[in-house]
């Protein structure tokens, strides 16, 4: 049987040093991209969303993360919700936290329906 060649995504760095591995070493390696693919894929904690974040029970329509009810500042210095108080500050609005490429993201949903 041929070696299997390479996919042309690969940096030629790992193109070059992986065949050159033991079979228990290769073995390890897919242990640990394993792990790290659904470490990459997994929902994000309570414990890791902002504080003033709140998880909701709505569906998320993204598949993957947890949807959150939040108050935010709009980013303007002259507006009232720049003092960071949650009475003055806008919304709630629906956020949905997720992790892409093992950074956590977050995407506006909308507003919440019972509000």
Do not use: F, W
């Amino acid at each position: 049987m041929k070696q299997p060649s390479s996919p042309a995504s690969l940096p030629k760095y790992l193109a070059e040093g992986i065949p050159k591995q033991d079979t228990e070493t290769l073995q390890e390696v897919q242990r640990y991209i394993e792990a790290l693919i659904e470490y990459r894929d997994q929902s994000v904690d309570t414990d890791e969303l902002p504080e003033t974040a709140e998880p909701v029970d709505e569906p998320d329509s993204g598949g993957n993360g947890t949807v959150v009810k939040e108050k935010v500042t709009c980013g303007d210095d002259s507006c009232k919700c720049a003092s960071g108080s949650p009475a003055d500050m806008h919304g709630p609005y629906l956020y949905r936290y997720y992790r892409e490429n093992g950074t956590m993201k977050s995407e506006y949903v909308g507003k919440p329906g019972s509000e």
